[in-house]
């Protein structure tokens, strides 16, 4: 079946580091891919999607860009903060009728970031 | 607008116990997700419905757990009965069918099993 693999489970950064969490899916068709971000006691927050090979999601300064070549979706930003310490997630879903069927989430990656 | 409700926040439950988790989604949305959230699974979905039917039963999840919707603005989650390893975070998600497939999340039921 489909699925989402997130390479690190955990990292840690100081302040204006460069951040890059990797992201790569399994699927039959062409799925959406899908970025969500969570802080702690909170459910999980839509971050950005993108739906076409090389077309760039971006968001809160985070950005990804999809590689249908590489089956990849990695999240970077250039300069983290103390506030995007969270667990963050990438998800695929189904392209075609988009906004049916299930999201399946890789298994988060916690980012924590020292001042 | 209010955002997806879910009740209790935390619960402590015996072994053996009848649970039920409850959820109301964002006011009309037509998709209603539940998951479960554990530190070594990660997010795995339990069951989907769309306009109050089921679409999607968590394999895995059906001989114990039971999701319904009552109305279009109610949803439950029952575990009957409880083990410890059922010990997580629940999480209820809704979801609307505009353009685009943004899940919106309620702040989840953290049950603990003893």
């Known amino acids: 079946g489909d699925s989402v693999t997130q390479t690190e489970g955990q990292v840690a950064l100081s302040e204006e580091d460069f951040l890059t969490i990797h992201c790569n899916y399994s699927a039959s068709g062409y799925p959406a891919l899908f970025w969500y971000v969570q802080y702690p006691g909170e459910g999980p927050q839509f971050l950005f999607r993108a739906s076409r090979d090389k077309e760039k999601g971006s968001s809160r300064g985070f950005e990804a860009t999809y590689d249908k070549g590489t089956t990849s979706f990695h999240l970077r930003k250039a300069s983290v903060q103390e506030s995007d310490s969270a667990v963050y997630y990438c998800?695929?879903?189904?392209?075609?009728?988009?906004?049916?069927?299930?999201?399946?989430f890789g298994q988060g990656t916690k980012l924590s970031i020292k001042p | 607008d209010a955002g997806v409700t879910q009740t209790p926040r935390h619960e402590v439950a015996e072994k053996g116990q009848t649970i039920i988790l409850k959820c109301e989604p964002v006011s009309g949305h037509n998709d209603l997700f539940w998951y479960r959230q554990t530190k070594i699974q990660g997010l795995e979905l339990l069951s989907y419905?769309?306009?109050?039917?089921?679409?999607?039963d968590g394999g895995a999840f059906k001989d114990r757990f039971k999701a319904e919707m009552l109305n279009s603005s109610f949803s439950t989650l029952k575990i009957q009965p409880t083990e410890p390893k059922d010990s997580a975070v629940y999480l209820c998600?809704?979801?609307?069918?505009?353009?685009?497939?943004?899940?919106?999340f309620g702040e989840g039921s953290r049950l603990i099993v003893v």
């Open positions: 998600a809704s979801r609307d069918r505009g353009p685009g497939n943004t899940l919106y």
């Open positions: 998800a695929l879903g189904p392209l075609m009728n988009y906004n049916q069927g299930k999201l399946i």
């Open positions: 419905f769309r306009s109050k039917s089921l679409m999607e």
